[in-house]
Each structure stands twice: as structure tokens, then as C-alpha cells.
């Protein structure tokens, strides 16, 4: 294989003092000192979160603070990451939502393994799990990253509810019941 010498240009006069690379650099810090800034001092500013952005998975409950999940485990059987763990539990007969019969015991999502995808929300038949705006988790432990249903509520709190299902479900079994 044959061998091409490249020929190294020597340095003009004003290349060799840096003065023309110099100017060129103020320059651009000049143009840019006067423009608005791109960047935001996180975290003490924090930035607009569009519509529809899909953060962390979370719970959510009803604007009465009813629990919304019923603990069907379809967001669980749906998740291709395998994030989400529910151990399903009975609610009391003496609580007001005893109609609803079935409530999370404990639901865990593992943010170490959950790609935000959505899946979990879209199945949902209770809307009772929504990717909101969290964008920012950390955790010094594996385990801290691991959320249970304590820090799912949290991180949820409760959203709008224009069909309040439990309601709707009490009412049938109400009218279903009188009608026998
Ligand atoms: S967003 Fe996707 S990966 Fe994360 S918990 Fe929901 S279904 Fe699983
Ligand atoms: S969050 Fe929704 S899909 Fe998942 S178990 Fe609860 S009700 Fe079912």
C-alpha cells in the first residue's frame, strides 16, 4: 500500500500569535451575552412540563381520596418490563367502598426496570394509574427505587374524576338490589 507524506502548512504570522482564534471566541461569547438564556439553574428552576408527558408511573385516588385501584392486575400482567407487583387484598364489609370488593394489600413498581412506556395506564379500567410529570427520581439504594403503594399515593395524589366509578357501582348494586 502506498504511502501519501501530508503536507503540515506553516503557521502564518497572525496564526502564530492565537489573536485571530482569540477574536473569533469573544465573538461568540458576545453574541451569545445579550441573547436569552437556554438553560435553566436546576434545581432551583424548574422547567414547563407539556401536556401529556409521560414521567413516573403513580396511583392515584378519587377528589373524595377513595382509592381508584381495584387490584384486577391487568397493568401488572400488561407491563413488558415485569416492573409492576400487586398482592391483592379484600376490602372490609364494613368499609363504605366494600362493594368494590378488591383493593391493593401492597403494589410495588420498579423504577430501575419500568421504561415509562404507558401500557399500565392505558389498560387501567379504573384510571387509577397515570404517568404524571415526575421526571427526576433518585435514591442512594436498589430498594429506595423499588416504589411501594405509600409512595405511589404520593407521588399521585388525586386527579380530576368526571365518572366517579364507585359511586356509579354502588348505585347499580343499589337499583339491582331493590329490584329483586
Ligand atoms: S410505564 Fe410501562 S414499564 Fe413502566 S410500569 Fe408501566 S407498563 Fe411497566
Ligand atoms: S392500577 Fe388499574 S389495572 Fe392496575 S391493578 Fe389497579 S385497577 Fe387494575
Redesign the pocket.
Given at each position: 500500500m502506498a504511502i501519501v507524506p501530508l503536507e503540515r502548512k506553516p503557521l502564518t504570522l497572525a496564526e502564530r500569535t492565537y489573536l485571530p482564534s482569540i477574536a473569533a471566541g469573544l465573538k461568540t461569547t458576545l453574541k451569545h451575552l445579550f441573547q436569552p438564556n437556554v438553560t435553566l439553574e436546576y434545581p432551583e428552576q424548574r422547567p414547563a412540563i407539556p401536556p401529556g408527558y409521560?414521567g413516573?408511573?403513580t396511583l392515584v385516588k378519587d377528589p373524595h381520596g377513595r382509592e381508584k385501584c381495584v387490584s384486577c392486575q391487568l397493568?401488572e400482567f400488561?407491563?413488558?418490563?415485569?416492573?409492576?407487583r400487586i398482592t391483592p387484598g379484600e376490602i372490609p364489609a364494613d368499609d363504605p367502598t366494600a362493594h368494590v370488593e378488591k383493593a391493593p394489600q401492597e403494589f410495588e413498581?420498579?423504577?430501575l426496570?419500568?421504561?415509562?412506556?404507558?401500557?399500565?395506564?392505558?389498560?387501567c379500567p379504573e384510571e387509577a394509574?397515570w404517568?404524571q410529570n415526575q421526571f427526576s427520581l433518585t435514591g442512594y439504594t436498589r430498594e429506595e427505587m423499588v416504589h411501594n403503594k405509600q409512595r405511589l399515593y404520593e407521588l399521585g395524589g388525586t386527579l380530576p374524576d368526571p365518572h366517579l366509578k364507585l359511586d356509579k357501582k354502588l348505585a347499580a348494586e343499589v337499583a339491582g338490589g331493590a329490584s329483586h
Open positions: 409521560r413516573a408511573p397493568c400488561v407491563c413488558p418490563q415485569k416492573s409492576i413498581i420498579d423504577m426496570r419500568c421504561i415509562y412506556c404507558g401500557l399500565c395506564q392505558e389498560v394509574i404517568l
